[in-house]
């Protein structure tokens, strides 16, 4: 079993930085690649960033690409995603997410442990 817990979010204002983290307790955390998805209301989950387990390998989604930066630190048992120059269509509840995947993977239906999320929302 893992427990994840996300934190960090709130509201932000357009074009400002947002740092959510995610602690993972349980089983070893570096078993597990990790993805932060989000759900903005009346849409599906996305995935918008990957990081495998050993944190060499990384992947966006399109629209976040250049905005968006996925590290973790095993040692600490935490995945973070820092967001910058940030949107308003990036408001939308951020999920952490782990899976024993060995590349990318978009699926949710891939990741065996989620966190409940935390709120992120652009506005002014």
């Known amino acids: 079993q893992v427990q994840l817990v996300e934190s960090g979010g709130g509201l932000v204002q357009p074009g400002g930085s947002l740092r959510l983290s995610c602690a993972a307790s349980?089983?070893?955390?570096?078993?597990?690649?990790m993805g932060w998805f989000r759900q903005a209301p009346g849409k599906e989950r996305e995935l918008v960033a990957f990081i495998n387990w050993s944190g060499h390998s990384t992947s966006y989604t399109d629209s976040v690409k250049g905005r968006v930066t996925i590290s973790r630190d095993n040692a600490k048992n935490t995945v973070f995603l820092q967001m910058d120059y940030v949107k308003p269509d990036d408001t939308a509840v951020y999920y952490c997410a782990a899976g024993t995947l060995w590349r990318l993977s978009s699926r949710t239906s891939d990741y065996t442990y989620w966190g409940r999320g935390t709120q992120v929302t652009v506005s002014s």
């Open positions: 349980g089983r070893s955390f570096s078993d597990y690649a």
